[in-house]
């Protein structure tokens, strides 16, 4: 049975991006002082900003382009946060099973995103 999706935090896409955002959060506590206004603030931000802009998107459903639109942001930092979970691993901050962890779980919100984006007419608002 599907649930009724009634706002973005019901879109399985926004949970995996929540989750994946919370563990960055919570491994990152642990890097370097000195990466503090760069490495970790700038995967913290990519990270969380997922959720925010498939916030933004929902609210930008009565047009199908606004909507997709936000989602494509979305997908954008999903990507961004790759980039820097590439670069803590290769810094030492992320041991290997870390890694595929959090890029596993960053892959997964970028399916679930293109998932919506290949069909975005489902969500949005009827004229």
Not at 80 to 105: I, K, M, P, R, V
Request: net charge neutral; with cysteine.
């Amino acid at each position: 049975m599907n649930k009724q999706i009634n706002r973005p935090q019901d879109l399985e896409a926004y949970k995996v991006a929540y989750k994946l955002a919370m563990e960055i959060f919570r491994v990152s506590k642990a890097w370097p002082a000195e990466e503090r206004y760069s490495l970790t603030d700038q995967i913290r931000r990519s990270s969380r900003s997922v959720c925010a802009n498939l916030s933004e998107s929902w609210s930008k459903r009565r047009y199908i382009a606004h909507f997709t639109s936000k989602l494509t942001d979305a997908d954008g930092e999903n990507l961004e946060t790759q980039t820097w979970l590439n670069f803590a691993h290769d810094c030492g901050y992320l041991d290997d099973s870390a890694f595929n962890n959090l890029l596993q779980g960053s892959e997964e919100v970028g399916r679930l995103l293109g998932g919506i984006l290949a069909k975005p007419e489902t969500f949005c608002l009827k004229a």
